[in-house]
């Protein structure tokens, strides 16, 4: 198999955890990809209309996109056990979405700032952005500490691979302030060695 791959993307980061905590790393080739919407991978293209990593070129079909449904894939290939059938399904999806909302909103700041000249940036807009990213912060502190303090699986990975772009790329807005049981869970979450292993970094 083949990842279209950015060390610098949370999205793949969240794959390249599942393949590690399910023991496929060496199953897959990365692909280091470029690509902005302004300036989208022809290459990445033909493997993702929409021009966005990850995605997964299978041997035995075709490629794969949108960071859930590869991560889902790959804990089904592998045998994993990050998405939870019972009483807990419902709430690892809905974690993960949240985990995901907070992605695509500070990905939208990020791109505020870095594409978009800055004589037409919209401030009201990135404060709206950033509203998203503080009340899901403060929502996860305040009623998920408990899910989170149980057996890995795909919502804590994003809530990890989530707070981890923060620090990334808007450490200067700080999200720990006030959420200290979710700033204490991050901590520790962190050392665990596939997250530690696939820390966000610009491409060299």
Not at 104 to 116: C, F, G, I, P, Q
Not at 165 to 179: I, P, V
Not at 185 to 199: C, D, G, N, Q, V
Request: contains cysteine; glycine residues 8%; neutral net charge.
């Amino acid at each position: 198999m083949k990842l279209s791959y950015s060390p610098a993307s949370p999205y793949v980061r969240k794959v390249m955890v599942v393949l590690h905590e399910t023991g496929q790393l060496d199953d897959v080739e990365l692909v280091t990809t470029t690509t902005t919407p302004l300036s989208p991978s022809l290459e990445l293209i033909g493997k993702n209309p929409l021009g966005k990593v990850p995605a997964l070129e299978r041997d035995d079909g075709p490629a794969l996109f949108d960071s859930r449904v590869i991560c889902a894939y790959l804990n089904e290939r592998g045998k994993g056990s990050l998405y939870p059938e019972g009483a807990r399904k419902w709430e690892v999806r809905t974690l993960e979405a949240l985990a995901d909302g907070i992605l695509d909103a500070a990905l939208a700041v990020t791109y505020e700032a870095r594409l978009r000249p800055e004589a037409i940036r919209f401030e009201a807009w990135t404060d709206g952005q950033w509203g998203k990213v503080a009340r899901a912060c403060a929502v996860l502190d305040q009623r998920w500490m408990s899910h989170l303090a149980g057996p890995l699986d795909i919502g804590q990975i994003g809530v990890a691979c989530a707070l981890g772009y923060l620090d990334f790329r808007h450490d200067a807005r700080n999200w720990r302030q006030g959420n200290d049981a979710l700033a204490a869970w991050f901590e520790k979450i962190e050392s665990r060695p596939s997250l530690a292993a696939t820390k966000p970094r610009d491409a060299k």
